[in-house]
């Protein structure tokens, strides 16, 4: 008999099975061969969770994941990596991310790419290229019932469909060259701690003064124009509200750039950190300020929960305990309690096409917040919400889900939340996150291994 909702194998003594995922047919078949045992029957019903991605189908391989998780660099265990490496005695799933680091630097100095918003061959609206730009993912024109249309963007209502990404974002740079700054400057600051290479760390230092403090080629500090609706006349179109979104990586980046200033190199300098804290103060203020970070600061899913993250980071970064503080206190007084309810499912986010997938990302938002609070004494992790509800609910709950045949998402993208709860709760009878986490890997050629946050998330 079919279930509709499997629990994580790694949970329960299963017998080694040979049978691979090769074509949607066999998708179900596998999951059934491993004769999986529901250990969380908390009484809730799963049964009404859409937890596939439409447009997508089942997954008929997955694949390693990789890039930046939005996260605050644990520098105590990061020490303890590089110290492990000097004396030849790191494990063998660590060894591998070092590796992986070290040809990705390899990949960056010897492209020598610079990333800014200036290099944009589109400009915004207002013509100012150090202004950044971006499409909103989900929008779309509908041109139904109005003739003669020349020009879709501008002659044609948009509306956002939620799951359905518009392709013609990809023309527009900014959001690539802040996503390829934030990857290779956590990749480089972890090098340059690790390993030491001056030109790692000069390289960091050129890439971030070039995309923040250069007056040629900096960024201005907000996002008028991120993720843009068209309405009309293009010299009208403004941003939306989602698009603060688009800056969370900088949360980790940030901490890359702390561990930076405190390897003692010779290119970083105190008037880097001082220009950097100059943008990021002057981008804060525009988030607690203007029309569109209020409006996302009013953001009750995913998007406030970053919201709040960032104005957490970034207050560390400019060692303002008290805001960092009051962020979180904001965070949880708000908005927490609407996110997870009884069970540990997060009904704003399983609202989504992509609902599997908003739920991890949640959990991402929501853990760098909490390691943020740490920093200031607040202990987020075991912080229940109205609903005796928490991280550690929310997780368990979609432990439950994330090998359903109904789902979609990459269970690898699920790693991270894992390894978080196995570093803060630990492994129990009912909830084994570390097997979880090696089964998850196994099925995913690998999982995260590879990853350079596993250098500073260790077991």
């Known amino acids: 008999m079919r279930r509709s909702v499997l629990a994580v194998l790694a949970l ?23 004769d999986l045992v529901s250990s969380f029957s908390d009484g809730s019903d799963n049964s009404t969770v859409s937890i596939g991605t439409p447009g997508v189908g089942y997954h008929t391989a997955y694949t390693k994941i990789g890039g930046v998780q939005t996260d605050k660099i644990n520098v105590d265990k990061l020490e303890i990596t590089r110290t492990e490496y000097q004396l030849g005695i790191l494990s063998d799933d660590l060894f591998e991310s070092i590796i992986s680091l070290k040809k990705r630097v390899e990949l960056i100095m010897l492209q020598n790419n610079t990333y800014t918003v200036t290099s944009t061959t589109t400009k915004p609206p207002n013509n100012n290229t150090h202004y950044y730009y971006s499409l909103a993912p989900y929008s779309w024109p509908n041109c139904s019932g109005i003739s003669r249309v020349v020009n879709k963007w501008t002659q044609c209502p948009w509306n956002s469909v939620d799951g359905k990404i518009n392709p013609a974002g990809k023309s527009l740079s900014a959001g690539h060259s802040l996503t390829y700054l934030i990857r290779d400057g956590v990749d480089l600051a972890t090098s340059y701690y690790l390993f030491g290479n001056s030109a790692h760390e000069q390289k960091f230092t050129e890439n971030i003064r070039a995309f923040f403090i250069d007056p040629d080629t900096y960024m201005a500090p907000n996002m008028n124009y991120s993720q843009v609706v068209p309405d009309g006349p293009e010299d009208d179109w403004i941003g939306s509200r989602m698009g603060v979104l688009d800056t969370h990586g900088l949360i980790t980046l940030l901490s890359a750039a702390e561990l930076m200033a405190q390897s003692g190199g010779t290119y970083w300098t105190d008037s880097d950190t001082t220009g950097l804290r100059k943008w990021v103060r002057e981008y804060r203020t525009w988030m607690e300020t ?19 993250a960032q104005i957490a980071a970034f207050s560390h970064y400019l060692g303002e305990t008290n805001a960092t503080r009051a962020a979180v206190n904001k965070y949880l007084d708000t908005i927490y309690d609407g ?33 943020y609070a740490q920093s200031v004494g607040l202990n987020v992790f075991n912080t229940t919400n109205s609903h005796k509800a928490s991280y550690r609910t929310a ?13 979609s998402e990459n269970p690898a993208n699920f790693l991270p939340m894992l390894e978080t709860s196995a570093n803060v709760y630990g492994d129990d009878k009912t909830y084994n996150y570390t097997k979880a986490i090696k089964y998850i890997r196994n099925v995913t050629s690998g999982g995260d291994l590879g990853a350079v946050w596993l250098l500073w998330t260790r077991q």
């Open 12 to 34: 329960m003594v299963v017998a080694t099975t040979s049978q691979t995922i090769d074509d949607l047919a066999s998708v179900e078949d596998y999951y059934e061969s491993l």
């Open 339 to 371: 996110q997870i309810i009884a069970s540990g499912a997060q009904p704003l986010e399983l609202s989504r096409a992509f609902s599997l997938h908003y739920s991890y990302y949640n959990l991402e938002a929501l853990g760098a917040l909490a390691k």
């Open 290 to 308: 203007s029309r569109l970070g209020i409006a996302e600061g009013n953001g009750k899913n995913n998007h406030g929960t970053f919201y709040y």
């Open 395 to 407: 997780v368990n709950f979609l432990v439950k889900n994330t090998l359903s045949t109904k789902n």
